[in-house]
C-alpha cells in the first residue's frame, strides 16, 4: 500500500508540472497572438477605392480659356536729357517722392510680405510642430494604451491561470477525496477478492511432501480480464523441482481465477507468495 | 501507415494537443496506479498426488514382447504416492505421439501432464521404446527419450521411462528400475524350503538365486548392484557368503565360530561388516576386508551389538546394541571407539537403515500396538513412525531416499510392502506363494 500511495504521488506530482508547462505554453501562445493583432504587417501593396468618374474627370481637365494678350506699353519718346524745370523740378520731386513713398511702400509691403511669410512659415512650422507633438503625443498615449492592454491582458491570463490553477488543485483535492472514499469503500472488496484467488489456489495446491515449512516461493503470475492466467513465473524460490512444477501447476489448474466483485477492481499482475506452514 | 497517422496528427487543431498530453498523462497515471501487482499468500494446499495421463504405448510391428509398457509405467508412478493417474476409459484421445496431443483437452480431463510413446522394432531384433511428457497446463514438452533393449528387457525400459517422468517432474530420480532382493519361504516346519529371490522394484520378474532347504538371511547388495551378500545355514551352522548375481558364482567370506551374521558392504564395496558371535556366544562388530580377509573388531561389548550398516561416507557405522538394558541404535567409528547412542524414543529401536543421503535413519520402533517402521531425522533426532502393521520389520531405503520396503505380517504369512518417506502411500508387493520376507532395496544402475 505504501508503494502505491507513493506512486500517486509521482503521478500527481508529475501531473502537475505538466499542467504547470502546459498552461505556460498556452499563456504564452495567447500572448503571441494578441502581438500580433496589435502590429499588423505592413501590406507590401496598398491600394485606395477611389470612384472611377473621379479618375475620368482627372484624365480630362477642363480646355484652358484664352486669356486677352495685355497691351504692350507705349515706346519710351526720344525727348532728350530732359530739362528741369521748377515745375518740372517740383513734379519730379513729387514723382520722386511718391517713388520713394511707393518704394518704400513696396518695400513696407515686401517687408510685411516677407514678415507675413516668415509667420506663415513659422506657423506653418509651428503647426508642424504641433502636429508632430499631437501626433507624437497620440502615438504615445497609443502605446501607454497599448501597453496598458497589454498589461492588463498579461494580468488577465495571470488572473485566468491563478483561476485555473484554483480550480485544478481543487478538482484533484475532491478526486483525492473520491479516491480516498473509494480506496476505504474498495479495501474490503479487494480483500474478499485477494480471499477468493487465494482459496481458488489453495484447493488447486497439490503439495508435495517437499514443501514443508521455511519454503518460501514466489510467483509472478499476469492474467487477462475473465481470469485466464497468461503468465507464469517463478521468482525467489528456496522450493525444489516439485515444489516449483507444483506452484505453477497449481496456478494454472487455478485458471481462470475468480473475478473481482467490482469489475475496477481488475488487476493483471498477481505475486503470489507461497509460503507453506 | 505510420507516416500518415503523423501528417494527420500535424493537421490537427493544436487545441487538441494540450487535451490529447492531458489524457495521456491522465491515462500513464492511472497505468502506474494499478502497476503494483496484487499480492496473495498460499499457506496450505492439498495432499493429492498429481494427476497425470499414460497414454496406451504404440505396440511394435508384429507384436512386440506384447507388454503394456503404459500399463508399467502408470502402476511404477502410482506406487510411489504422488501421482494418479487417469483411467484410460476417460482419456480424451490415445495418441502416441507429441504432436498428436491436445493440451487443452487432456488439461479438461484433469491431466496436469500427458506421456505418450511408442515400441518400435529397430535392427536385430532390439526394441526401442519412445516416449514424450508434455505439461498440459503450459502446453510445454518437459521430456523425449529412447531406451533401447533385447525384448527381454522392455519391462526394465518401461521402468526406465517411469524414472524419467518422475525425475522431470519432481526433481528426484527416480527408483523404478532398480531391483530388490527377499526370501521366500514355503512350506511348514520341518519341510521348508529358501528362495533367495532378486525381482524388480515392484516385485514383477522374479529370478532365482539360491534355492536351500535351510535358512537363508539378510540379504544385502554391493553398492555396484553386482553381488549380494547374505548369510546361509546350509552347512548346519550359519557362513555369510558373497554371489555375484548375473552368474551365481560364490563364495563364503565367514564361518567362524559361533554367529556369522547380518553382513553389510562398505559403501566402497571392499569390505564386509559381520556380526560375530564368537566362541563366547557374544555377538559384536566387526568388520572383514574382502581382499586380505583381515578382521577388524569394532565393538566388544557383553551386551548384544548386531544389524550393522555403513553411514553412505563409509567413515561410521550404526549398529543395535541392548547395552543400555533394550535395543536401541548406536554409532561408531569405522575405527573403532566409544559408541554414540542415536536413538531415545522408546524400549526398542532396532535394525538400522540410512538413506543414500545420510539424513535419514530407518528403523524398526515398538510404537504402541506393534513393531513398526520409523523414520528419525539425524540432524534433529525428531521421529515419525510410517507403518501401521503389528510385526513389520526389516526397513530398506530406496535408493533415492522417497520410499522404504519393508516386510510385514499378516495372517501369519509374511509379505512385502513400501511405504512412502512421509508415511502417506503404501503399497503391497504382489502376492508370492508362501512367505517372503528380509527385502533389501537394491542401488542405482542395476
Redesign the interface.
Known amino acids: 500500500m505504501v ?2 500511495a507513493s ?2 504521488w ?3 506530482a ?2 502537475l508540472l ?2 504547470g508547462a ?1 498552461l505556460a ?2 499563456v504564452y ?1 495567447w500572448m503571441m497572438f494578441r502581438e500580433q493583432r496589435r502590429t499588423p504587417p505592413t501590406p507590401p501593396i496598398s491600394a485606395t477605392v477611389v470612384d472611377a468618374r473621379t479618375l475620368k474627370g482627372l484624365e480630362q481637365p477642363p480646355a484652358p480659356k484664352p486669356a486677352a494678350a495685355p497691351e504692350p506699353p507705349p515706346p519710351p519718346e526720344d525727348v532728350g536729357p530732359p530739362q528741369p524745370t521748377p515745375e518740372e523740378k517740383a513734379q519730379r520731386e513729387q514723382v520722386e517722392q511718391a517713388k520713394e513713398q511707393k518704394a518704400a511702400e513696396e518695400r513696407k509691403a515686401a517687408e510685411r510680405a516677407a514678415a507675413e511669410k516668415v509667420a506663415e512659415e513659422k506657423a506653418t512650422a509651428q503647426k508642424a510642430a504641433a502636429e508632430k507633438a499631437a501626433a507624437q503625443k497620440a502615438a504615445a498615449a497609443r502605446a501607454a494604451a497599448e501597453k496598458a492592454a497589454a498589461k492588463a491582458a498579461a494580468e488577465r491570463a495571470r488572473q485566468d491561470e491563478q483561476d485555473r490553477k484554483e480550480r485544478e488543485a481543487d478538482l484533484k483535492r475532491s478526486l483525492a477525496a473520491e479516491e480516498h472514499a473509494e480506496v476505504q469503500r474498495n479495501g474490503a472488496a ?1 480483500a474478499t ?2 480471499s477468493m ?2 482459496a481458488k ?9 517437499t ?1 514443508k515449512a521455511g519454503i518460501n516461493c514466489i510467483l ?1 503470475v499476469t492474467q487477462v480480464p475473465g481470469g485466464e492466467v497468461t503468465k ?1 513465473s517463478i521468482g525467489a524460490c528456496n522450493g ?3 515444489v ?7 496456478v ?2 487455478a485458471s481462470p481465477l475468480p473475478p473481482p466483485p467490482d469489475p475496477s477492481l481488475f ?11 | 501507415m505510420q507516416r500518415q497517422a503523423a501528417l494527420k496528427f500535424k493537421s490537427w487543431r ?1 487545441w487538441l494537443v ?1 487535451s490529447l ?2 489524457a495521456i ?2 491515462g ?2 492511472a497505468a ?20 497425470i495421463a499414460i497414454v496406451p504405448f504404440a505396440p511394435a510391428a508384429g507384436g512386440g514382447a506384447g507388454l503394456d509398457v503404459a500399463g508399467v509405467v502408470q502402476h511404477d508412478l502410482e506406487g510411489s504416492g ?1 501421482f494418479k493417474a487417469l483411467p484410460r476409459e476417460r482419456m480424451p484421445a490415445t495418441p502416441t505421439r507429441v504432436e498428436a496431443i491436445n493440451a487443452a483437452d487432456w488439461k479438461g480431463a484433469g491431466s ?1 501432464y500427458v506421456v505418450v510413446g511408442r515400441v518400435a522394432a529397430i535392427e536385430n531384433g532390439t526394441l526401442a521404446v519412445d516416449f514424450d511428457l508434455v ?1 498440459t ?2 502446453g510445454v514438452r518437459l521430456a523425449t527419450q529412447r531406451f533401447t533393449g533385447p525384448p527381454g528387457a522392455l519391462r526394465n525400459a518401461a521402468h526406465r521411462v517411469s524414472d524419467a517422468v518422475y525425475q522431470k ?4 530420480r527416480g527408483a523404478f528400475a532398480t531391483r530388490i532382493a527377499y526370501v521366500s519361504v514355503e512350506g511348514t516346519v520341518p519341510a521348508q524350503h529358501y528362495q533367495l529371490i532378486v525381482a524388480d522394484a515392484d516385485g514383477e520378474n522374479p529370478h532365482l538365486i539360491l534355492d536351500s532347504r535351510f535358512p537363508i538371511m539378510s540379504p544385502a547388495w554391493s553398492p555396484d548392484g553386482q553381488w549380494l551378500a547374505y548369510v546361509s545355514f546350509e552347512s548346519k551352522l550359519s557362513g555369510v557368503y558373497v554371489q555375484l548375481v548375473r552368474t551365481g558364482e560364490r563364495r563364503l567370506v565367514s564361518a567362524r565360530a559361533g554367529i556369522n551374521g547380518a553382513p553389510a558392504w562398505s559403501p566402497d564395496g571392499r569390505k564386509l561388516a559381520l556380526t560375530l558371535g564368537g566362541s563366547s556366544g557374544n555377538p559384536d562388530i566387526y568388520v572383514l576386508d574382502l581382499t586380505s580377509q583381515s578382521l577388524t573388531r569394532l565393538t566388544d561389548d557383553p551386551a548384544i551389538d548386531t544389524e550393522p550398516e555403513w553411514a553412505p561416507d563409509g567413515r561410521s557405522l550404526y549398529f543395535t546394541s541392548d547395552r543400555a538394558g533394550s535395543p536401541q541404535i548406536y554409532q561408531v567409528s569405522a575405527n573403532g571407539g566409544h559408541p554414540k547412542r542415536i536413538t531415545f524414543e522408546g524400549n526398542y529401536n532396532a535394525r538400522p537403515r540410512v538413506s543414500a543421503d545420510g539424513t535419514e535413519l530407518a528403523m524398526v520402533t515398538l510404537d504402541g500396538g506393534g513393531y513398526r517402521i520409523a523414520v528419525q531425522e539425524l540432524a534433529t533426532g525428531a521421529v515419525r513412525t510410517l507403518s501401521h502393521g503389528h510385526l513389520d520389520e526389516s526397513p530398506s531405503f530406496a535408493p533415492n531416499g522417497a520410499t522404504l520396503i519393508y516386510s510385514q505380517r499378516e495372517g501369519g504369512r509374511g509379505s512385502l510392502a513400501t511405504i ?3 508415511g ?1 502411500t503404501g503399497l503391497r508387493l504382489k502376492a508370492q506363494q508362501g512367505a517372503i520376507c528380509d527385502p533389501a532395496w537394491g542401488p542405482f544402475g542395476t
Do not use: C
Request: net charge neutral.
Open positions: 508503494q502505491r506512486d500517486r509521482i503521478s500527481i508529475l501531473s505538466l499542467h502546459l505554453a498556452l501562445g479487494l477478492w485477494q484467488i487465494q489456489i489453495t484447493r488447486a495446491w497439490l503439495r508435495p511432501p514443501a509472478n507464469v525444489d523441482q516439485a516449483r512444477e507444483s506452484i505453477e501447476a497449481a494454472y489448474r488487476q493483471r499482475d498477481l505475486e503470489i507468495t507461497f509460503k507453506p506452514d | 493544436p494540450p498530453m492531458l498523462v491522465m500513464a497515471g502506474r496506479a494499478v502497476h503494483a501487482a496484487l499480492q496473495i499468500e498460499i499457506t496450505s494446499g492439498v495432499r493429492d498426488p498429481i494427476p504422488r496436469d505439461n497446463l503450459t517432474i519432481l526433481g528426484v512412502s518417506v512421509d502417506l
